[in-house]
């Protein structure tokens, strides 16, 4: 598709809108982004801790939990002097009470997606009220789904409704503000896209607009080479290509959703993972740097392994495990730890190994994880 708009796509992660927080993190995403001239998308999550909470609420039956999410809504309504958009949070929140207890397949769905509506007003009042930015939401941005039930479809009638959506929203304002992780049916009903959804609301967005940039604004400063509450010296990447960045996500890395990064392989979309006040970040291109990557681990069967009922996946991510010499290497170190399986990602992208415990599946995420860093200059 031909590069018609000049617009960023910013995602704004949960773990940044926290009571106290959202129009400073709002404002220096747009403070980074409008110098340029261009438009911007801005993709929001609920705040922080919001659709757990709004998930216990409604599978548990308990209206109260509703009062708890959103109260960080209310807090930041209150603090920034928005007494409207208060009154209309109450008013959500009443409504959603009432549907905690209605067992339809719908229901849930459409209250566990209320913390990204929800977002979308406070960005919207934060930004064009409190920082005087030329912004608007748009609540349905054109993104179609089945009805499947917490991780529904996106259907490709999509690109179509999304790129007329925000074209004609864009051509009125500077700065679009859209929730992410949601959609509509064809039956007109609200749908999630699963957890960590508003990630592939944005790399959705990014490759219908064929958009130059696309940025994960997130409490990190990037993708890691390791779990930093499993690798201790874990390092930043500066790099990775679409397709690492597409399997790293599959096998658990950073908790992206498992879709993220696919509308973007063969894409010319420039993509960024960062911090609102960092200056580095991890960039994901189209160009392979010939290294191993990163190493993930989770367990089997929450990375669609599903044959597999108990143990642990840890694998290495890099374009270059579809090098033999490469690979014979790490085979080396897996066979040592007596893995159940040992899977070759058909890309060439990634190296799985199974083991049976936990424990074991550490010590070996360590190990290959010195072995990675050891080609990272
Ligand atoms: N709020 C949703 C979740 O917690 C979607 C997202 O943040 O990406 O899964
Ligand atoms: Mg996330």
Redesign the pocket.
Known sequence: MPRTLNVTVAKV??SLLRPGEVDKVLGKVVERHLADDGKLVIVV??MKG???TLIRAYDEGEPRLIEDAIQPYLTEAQRLSLGKLGSMIEGIGARLKGLVSIRELWARDYVIVH??LLSTMLAEAALYNSLGVDAGAVYDVGIVTNEDWGRASVLGVSSHYVRHRLTWALSRRSVVIVP??LGISLNGRLTSL??????YTASLIASYLNAPRLIFYTDVEGIMTGDPRIINDARLIPSLTHEEAYVASLTGAKKF?PGTFKPLIDSDVHVVVTNPWSSSGTLIMSKCINTPKLVSISEAGSIGLVSLKSGYAVTVVGCVMGLDEFRREVYLIIDSYGPIDVINDTEGNAVTSIVKDQDVAVKLAKELHRWVVSWIR
């Open positions: 992660g949960g999550s609920a919001v659709t757990d913390g990204e992410g992780f699963g957890r960590g959804g508003s990630d959703h």
